[in-house]
């Protein structure tokens, strides 16, 4: 269900020209406290369910101008761009993409997956 609230969101963003693509998005969600416990040990693997480039949880704070969710009471979801450049490989948006010399068009973690194989 969260899921789908945010591609609501991320859906809405398209159309106001907020992003192009849901790679290109930073999501940021106001989560309900009845929810948090769920949410928070999960944090991590928010930014793969949802294929965005980041994603930030606060609690409960309330979000004005963001999406406001009807099927799950409390929850916002606001849609920005994306910080960072695109990375070539994985096309994520990460402030990384850049920063190292021999791969600069990269993001760190395709850096250490890249590193790991052996040619």
Not at 44 to 62: P, Y
Not at 99 to 107: E, G, M, P, Q, S
């Amino acid at each position: 269900m969260l899921r789908g609230e945010v591609s609501k969101a991320l859906e809405e963003a398209r159309t106001r020209k907020v992003i192009g693509h849901a790679l290109d998005a930073a999501v940021t969600l106001s989560v309900p406290e009845e929810l948090r416990a769920v949410v928070n040990p999960n944090a991590d693997e928010l930014r793969t369910v949802f294929i965005v480039s980041k994603v930030n949880i606060l609690a409960g704070e309330g979000l004005p101008d963001a999406y406001q969710s009807t099927g799950i009471p409390g929850l916002a979801v606001r849609i920005e761009p994306a910080p960072g450049e695109k990375c070539e490989r994985c096309w994520v948006h990460d402030p990384s993409v850049g920063v190292d010399a021999l791969h600069k068009t990269i993001c760190a973690r395709c850096i250490k997956v890249l590193d790991r194989i052996d040619y």
